[in-house]
Structure formats: structure tokens, C-alpha cells
């Protein structure tokens, strides 16, 4: 069964409070062995104490079954993005060196890459990913469009990143500010413009507004 059209999975980083619950609730998906396939990192410590869950963003062209040489890889039908198939899997790290968003974990003790898969046992149903039923600030949410935007008047989504000369649009979105220019996050001119990546940053993780 595919996952309902109208439910979507949004990330809105501003409102991560660093609790973790989301990493204890993703060991009890079916899908992930015990293992949490989630990571929370802080945005730049130097700057803020701020935190971000990092999620696979599940891309429509996903770079980590493209470079995959056994093609352990598999994209469903409704573009969710999983993990490593066991037979296939030679667990030679293309994938987690290619990655863009730095997503994909080898399991060095079952030579079995492993990424989140939006608990696809739970979503193809129509239930929320565990993560997302357990965030008490709803960083992590899932839903409809129309229920976001409602819920978030400050914030809209936007799921395409530019990394140099390339897009990647995703499956999963992003919420940034409602006044965003456009609707392509360059992640280049962040990573590499120190003036604008914290202007970039600032913007889509912090300053989205007291309001959402």
C-alpha cells in the first residue's frame, strides 16, 4: 500500500528543542532493527546552542542508489528511499561518502547500510513515523500541506536544494519563511559564504518567527 498522497513529512529545524525523543522513538520501527536512523547535530555551536534533526530527506534522484554498484538500493513507487537491501549490500560506503545531506550509516556490524525509511511499515499505512508521533515541538511533523501551512503561517515548504550546478528536490520538506525569495535553498552559498550562510541559516532555522 502506498502512503495516502495528501500526508506529507515535514522538517521544521527552529522549532528542535534537543531533547532526543525522536532518536529513542526511531529504534522501535520494525524497519530498523533496534538502530536509530536518526542523528541531532548542532547548527554552528560557535553561534547558538540551537539543534537539528537530521532525516533522510528521500530525494526523487536519489545519489545514494546512483552510485550504489550492487544497486542494493531501492526507491518505492510513492519515492520513499530505503535502506540497503542485505543480499545486495557490499558494504563498500559509496553511498555515505555520496550522500549530499550525509545521511547514510554503514552498520559496521551487519555490513548493512542503513537510513531511515520514514518508517515505511507505519506510513504505507498511514500512520505518522514514530519520530514524528513522539516530537513534542513537532520539528519533526507529518501531515498535510494544507494542515501545515495552517498551523505555520510564518513558514512554507520548499524541498529543492541547489549544490553547485545541481538540484535535488526531495521528497520530504523543509520548512522555511514564508517571505523565502525563492524556491531553491542554495546550500552551496551557505556552506561557502561565510555572510550569507548565517543570513541562510539564521533564516530557515532560527528566525521563522515566534508565531509558528
Not at 548542532?42 to 553561534?47: K, Q, S, V
Not at 526523487?60 to 537491501?85: F, L, M, N, S, Y
Request: hydrophobic content about 40%.
Amino acid at each position: 500500500m502506498a502512503v495516502p498522497a495528501q500526508l506529507e513529512f515535514f522538517l521544521d529545524p527552529s522549532r528542535c528543542i534537543g531533547c532526543q525523543a525522536c532518536l529513542q522513538a526511531c529504534t522501535e520501527c520494525d524497519t530498523h532493527k533496534g538502530q536509530s536512523m536518526i542523528q541531532l547535530d548542532y547548527l554552528d555551536r560557535a553561534y547558538s546552542t540551537q539543534t537539528a534533526p537530521v532525516v533522510c530527506l528521500h530525494c526523487e534522484t536519489p545519489t545514494c542508489a546512483e552510485v550504489c554498484p550492487a544497486d542494493a538500493i531501492k526507491r518505492t513507487e510513492d519515492g520513499v528511499v530505503q535502506t540497503a537491501r542485505k543480499p545486495r549490500c557490499i558494504a563498500c560506503n559509496n553511498c555515505v561518502l555520496a550522500c549530499p545531506f550525509g545521511v547514510p550509516k554503514m552498520n559496521t556490524r551487519m555490513n548493512l547500510m542503513m537510513k531511515c525509511d520514514m518508517c515505511y511499515d507505519r506510513t504505507s499505512s498511514g500512520l505518522k513515523p514514530w519520530c514524528a508521533s513522539v516530537c513534542p515541538s513537532q520539528a519533526l511533523a507529518f501531515g498535510t500541506r494544507e494542515e501545515m501551512m495552517r498551523l505555520r503561517p510564518n513558514a512554507r515548504p520548499v524541498n529543492a536544494f541547489q549544490f553547485g550546478l545541481q538540484i535535488i528536490r526531495t521528497k520530504v520538506n523543509v520548512m522555511a519563511p514564508r517571505d523565502w525569495p525563492d524556491e531553491v535553498v542554495d546550500v552551496t552559498a551557505a556552506m561557502y559564504e561565510p555572510t550569507i550562510g548565517h543570513d541562510m541559516l539564521d533564516d530557515i532555522f532560527v528566525n521563522i518567527g515566534d508565531e509558528v
